[in-house]
């Protein structure tokens, strides 16, 4: 679906506001945080050495479950384009350079690509060597198994046969009726369950939990701002209900955590619980507008997940192409 009919259709549905203010997130001191990564551990559940994680979580009989979820054979991306102009959030540009030449008598065409995918501006999967909670990763593996030359323990190559299993869109702009939530608004347990209970979807082991704040439609109706200073996104408390429930993998069309997050000194707590906590990966700054529009057209808000990172061993993540197939 083109982006201009995924808006159009997007504002067609809107309701009675443009955005709902932000209330503040509930403080939460360093001691608490350091009390959830504790509570939340999946070190040792699935082995000493694993380093799959959560993904462990998506059994062949949930890919078969989730593959019976296609009934039209209809594909939505959850991926922005690469993004190749530097501004205040994409600082390093994604850069491409086409060649051409003459090859054993044929004209041919090619490709240099390069890109630091991590941060604001490009959608991707974090790796669980991505963050570090005082000085461990994922499993107890130490941050020092990180060298220039890769990860040698949780490296993005571990997914390399890639993430097949239910997908499940929270829209949470649409649940509150508006067109997006105003940045530093902090989902909550509560409000996931309110979704839950108003849909009838029940998010559960192996799934993926996609949450729409409506970032994208904001920049469209009124410009970027500084998104570092106030994002929607997730509170960090949501960390253990998403061990309670076995979700797999989460993702968002910002960067999953609330901004401010409320947490004593960290930016970004949730990643650092469930990467490191869970060993869960994480999906930033995704498209989720055009997959919004084909599952408010069909009322269906589970779908078929599709993802692949590129092969990099030791890598950190990757750019990623997200498929939603209903």
Known sequence: MRAHTACALLLGVAT?????????????????????????????????????????????????????????????????????????????????????????????????????????????????????????????????????TGATKLGIHRVKDGIFTRGVLVDMAWFKGVDFLAPGTAVTVEDLEAWEQKTGITLGSGDVLLLRTGRWERVRQEGQWNFLEAAAGLHA????????????????????????????????????????????????????????????QRDRWEFLFVGAPLRVVGGTGSPLNPLAVF
Not at 256 to 275: F, I, K, R, T
Request: proline share 5%; net charge negative.
């Open 16 to 148: 009675i506001a443009a955005h709902a203010e932000a209330p503040a997130p509930t403080p939460v001191t360093r001691a608490q945080f350091d009390a959830w990564m504790e509570e939340i551990s999946n070190w040792g559940r699935w082995g000493e050495d694993d380093e799959l994680g959560t993904l462990n979580l998506i059994t062949p009989a949930k890919s078969k479950a989730a593959a019976a979820l296609v009934r039209e054979g209809v594909t939505v991306s959850m991926a922005l384009d690469l993004n190749t102009v530097a501004d205040e959030l994409n600082a390093n540009p994604f850069r491409h350079t086409v060649t051409t030449g003459e090859f054993s008598g044929h004209a041919v065409a090619g490709d240099d690509y390069g890109v630091q995918y991590h941060g604001f501006a490009h959608s991707h999967i974090d790796g669980l060597p991505h963050f570090a909670h005082d000085g461990k990763l994922y499993n107890g593996y130490g941050f020092d198994t990180i060298k220039p």
């Open 237 to 296: 408390s949501v960390a253990k209900w998403l061990k309670a429930r076995d979700v797999a993998l989460i993702g968002c069309d910002g960067v999953s955590d609330v901004m401010p997050s409320g947490v004593e000194g960290l930016a970004n707590p949730l990643h650092e619980l469930v990467l490191v906590g869970l060993g869960m990966r994480i999906l930033d700054n995704l498209n989720l507008d055009d997959v919004a529009v084909a599952a408010k």
